[in-house]
């Protein structure tokens, strides 16, 4: 089994073929979003044939998810799960449970922290005590790897969640974490101010990597995490060395205030706001460019993407006559969430997923891929979008 390069950054750099997914933040929303695309990529036997999938913040909730339930996935011979709704299922649990309001209240007035009682929501709801070590083992290209992402708020950069390791370049790494699924969520969707930051006791050996000039305390007894689309929030910093690169993106565009408020605390959110919009248009800016110089090969869709601009001589779902404007405007929440909300969610994700698909996935690459990507034929749920 080829072994992981102990320094991050050269094995960032390394070129190495296979097709991953990153899946962005944007709360339940996004959660929600990411479904749908999931179910296309799984319907053209994509989702079986990925070597990493990559998530920060709100698609983070989905990628551990999906990495839980992964043994439990019937994949036929040509590489598609028959029974994917036992995923659609739990995540349907998860946003029929608001958390983030509940949590402010409980970390203010109870004992614990918000991050402690947002944690313990994942837990309850999804992952029942369940630890990285549960994820499924990508050796022999069984399944891919699953890496969940946070922003260490004391080295400032990327601090990876996965079964074989935690840590970043800058601390070092923890091999094996004993860690709950429900913590590393809690920390990659710790979106700042409110639900940030998460505290991470260290108590395992931090193995010291090239490079890394923190590796003593105490960066190495405790990380302070917050929401990974700080740093990152299109996922992109965990696969930029492979071929082939699926990117979906729920994330929100900031809106225009004439008025913006002055006080210290909703001036300060409206900052960060533009500093995420910023750092999200580069990252994109980037990942288009870097397709068009054939650096990689893939597609990327985003919940505020237009089906027009996909120019597809073909357009089954009538998408054309639709309009997910709306969808894109739902704030990023982790609050509950109508079914007929849900359903659209996941139905515009699935379509637009599709139509980069059948955009950018050419007859080559479909065939190195060993997958058709044919026209759908209808929404996965009910009510379009």
């Known amino acids: 089994m080829p072994t992981e390069p102990t320094d991050l950054e050269a094995a960032s750099?390394?070129?190495?073929?296979?097709?991953?997914?990153?899946?962005?933040?944007g709360g339940y929303r996004a959660m929600l979003f990411h479904i749908g695309a999931?179910?296309?990529?799984?319907?053209?036997?994509?989702?079986?044939?990925?070597?990493?999938?990559?998530?920060?913040?709100?698609?983070?909730?989905?990628?551990?998810?999906?990495?839980?339930r992964w043994k439990d996935l019937h994949f036929n011979a040509a590489g598609k799960a028959d029974n994917l709704t036992i995923i659609v299922d739990g995540l349907r649990r998860m946003a029929d449970t608001s958390v983030d309001v509940g949590a402010v209240i409980g970390g203010i007035l109870l004992p614990g922290t918000i991050s402690d009682?947002?944690?313990?929501?994942?837990?309850?709801?999804?992952f029942g005590g369940k630890k990285l070590a549960d994820l499924p083992d990508d050796g022999g290209g069984k399944a891919p790897r699953f890496v969940i992402n946070a922003t260490n708020v004391q080295s400032a950069v990327l601090w990876r969640f996965s079964r074989r390791y935690m840590g970043d370049y800058r601390v070092?790494?923890?091999?094996?974490?004993?860690?709950?699924?429900a913590t590393a969520v809690a920390a990659s969707s710790a979106f700042p101010p409110i639900l940030s930051p998460l505290t991470l006791p260290i108590r395992q050996p931090v193995r010291k990597v090239d490079g890394a000039d923190l590796n003593h305390p105490p960066y190495t007894t405790s990380a302070v995490l917050s929401d990974g689309g700080v740093y990152d929030n299109l996922g992109l910093e965990t696969v930029k060395r492979f071929s082939t690169l699926l990117v979906s993106d729920a994330g929100q565009q900031i809106a225009a205030e004439d008025d913006p408020h002055h006080d210290w605390a909703r001036h300060a959110v409206r900052i960060l706001g533009v500093i995420d919009n910023q750092v999200r248009?580069?990252?994109?800016?980037?990942?288009?460019?870097?397709?068009?110089?054939?650096?990689?090969?893939?597609?990327?869709?985003g919940i505020r993407t237009s089906f027009a601009d996909y120019r597809l001589a073909a357009d089954p779902l009538d998408c054309l006559h639709r309009d997910p404007a709306a969808l894109a405007a739902i704030p990023t929440r982790l609050e509950k969430m109508p079914h007929d909300i849900q359903n659209r969610l996941m139905n515009w994700g699935y379509a637009v997923c599709d139509a980069a698909l059948r955009a950018h996935i050419d007859t080559a690459l479909q065939q190195k891929l060993g997958i058709q990507v044919a026209d759908p034929t209808g929404f996965p749920f009910p009510g379009a979008y």
């Open 13 to 25: 750099a390394q070129h190495e073929d296979g097709v991953t997914l990153s899946l962005s933040g």
């Open 38 to 68: 999931l179910w296309r990529l799984n319907e053209v036997g994509l989702l079986s044939r990925l070597k990493r999938i990559s998530s920060v913040s709100g698609g983070s909730i989905t990628a551990a998810y999906l990495g839980l």
């Open 117 to 126: 009682r947002v944690a313990a929501a994942y837990d309850g709801v999804l």
């Open 172 to 181: 070092g790494l923890v091999d094996a974490p004993d860690v709950t699924l």
């Open 281 to 301: 248009s580069l990252r994109k800016r980037q990942l288009i460019d870097a397709y068009r110089r054939g650096d990689h090969t893939g597609t990327y869709w």
